[in-house]
């Protein structure tokens, strides 16, 4: 008897999948637009699993799902050369280095964060990685702000923030907002429901994620960041809101000191900025703390890929859902811009800090330098700085 004649290039493709994303999560650096053009490469001109209209397609549809955009679109690729097994494994891969690298450091960081050579190296890399998110709010920023009203709807989510409302609530109600607004002027009700119910079942969360004083355990920390990837718009740097919102302000999990570090270990490990995740996980609980929160922070984007991939084509033709998705992107810009200003407060703290805020920002704009090299480069200096 001869076996399935489809099983060897199905285990072909899949070993195929491991390969690629397992190198790619090793060595993307440089945020979500550098790890989609690497796949783009990749992908496309390389390997021509896709055509170039599909790998567009498929990153149109990431822009309306919640969650990491270049994980997810790892994800679909692997489903559609290889199916579900494919979806799990292209993921999987992409994710793993990065999450490992970073819960070795974590461990090191517990073991070692107290001494004066640690502390000089995250000296230097704090400032660095508000000049980071900076140049990525200006960048998006330059993209998604579209119109005078998505620039008075950013603005007034700021303003929002900034007073206290909750972050879910003032992504979401800029998205529902935006949505508003073009029903109102096309005069169409035929897809108010859903979103509606998009946003009240979005809503229904929020209470929990308010509540202060929450005891820390490690259920509480997996709905945590199963929540935040499950609602999580627009740039992974977005996560920032919603860590200090829930981990620093209203649950004291975590210092304000701390959370910057977890920033800047995500910023000189390659792979996905949510990986910010595995690094807190460890902190806060150790290695299970570790897999909790990463398993937590990546399972909804498996779960949105799975569920949105046979309605790319509908979704990028609806006005509305777009219309709902440029509103959430200038809400995710306003927490953006409202946790760089918070965060920059702790980072930058002396003329030292300040100029080498200001050089790396120079840096980015002007230069176009790669913020790994950034990164690498202000720890040395706050490192040699420390032992000198």
């Not at 559609?80 to 999450?99: D, E, M, Q």
């Not at 050089?359 to 420390?386: K, P, T």
Request: net charge positive.
């Amino acid at each position: 008897m001869t076996g399935d004649p489809a099983a060897a290039p199905r285990r072909r493709a899949l070993w195929e999948l491991a390969r690629l994303f397992l190198k790619l999560g090793t060595t993307a650096f440089g945020g979500p637009a550098a790890h989609v053009a690497m796949m783009e490469d990749e992908v496309v001109q390389r390997r021509r699993w896709l055509s170039r209209d599909r790998f567009l397609d498929l990153l149109g549809a990431t822009n309306l799902i919640p969650g990491p955009n270049s994980t997810e679109m790892a994800i679909h690729v692997g489903y559609l050369r290889a199916g579900w097994r494919g979806l799990v494994v292209a993921g999987s891969c992409f994710i793993l280095p990065a999450a490992l690298l970073v819960g070795a450091i974590a461990a090191a960081y517990v073991r070692f964060g107290a001494l004066p050579q640690v502390a000089g190296l995250l000296y230097g890399v704090k400032p660095v990685v508000i000049a980071v998110v900076a140049q990525a709010l200006w960048r998006l920023g330059r993209t998604a702000i579209k119109s005078t009203t998505l620039a008075l709807l950013a603005v007034a989510a700021v303003v929002l923030n900034a007073l206290g409302v909750n972050e879910l609530a003032v992504l979401f109600g800029a998205g529902l907002a935006m949505m508003a607004g073009h029903i109102a002027r096309s005069r169409s009700s035929r897809t108010t429901s859903s979103l509606s119910l998009l946003g009240v079942g979005i809503g229904s969360l929020l209470p929990e994620a308010a509540v202060a004083g929450v005891p820390f355990g490690l259920w509480p920390l997996f709905w945590f960041f199963a929540k935040v990837g499950a609602v999580l718009f627009g740039s992974g740097y977005v996560l920032l809101a919603f860590l200090r919102a829930d981990l620093v302000e209203h649950w004291h999990w975590l210092t304000e000191a701390q959370l910057l570090d977890a920033v800047a270990i995500g910023q000189i490990t390659p792979g996905p900025v949510f990986t910010t995740a595995t690094f807190i996980g460890y902190v806060l609980g150790g290695a299970p703390g570790a897999v909790i929160a990463t398993v937590g922070i990546f399972v909804p984007a498996f779960f949105f890929v799975a569920a949105s991939g046979p309605l790319v084509p509908r979704l990028r033709r609806s006005p509305t859902a777009g219309a709902f998705l440029d509103g959430v992107n200038a809400g995710a810009l306003a927490l953006m811009a409202v946790v760089t200003w918070q965060l920059g407060g702790a980072a930058i703290v002396d003329v030292t800090t300040a100029l080498l805020a200001a050089a790396s920002l120079v840096l980015l704009l002007r230069f176009r330098v790669n913020s790994a090299w950034l990164v690498l480069g202000a720890a040395a200096i706050g490192f040699l700085g420390a032992i000198g």
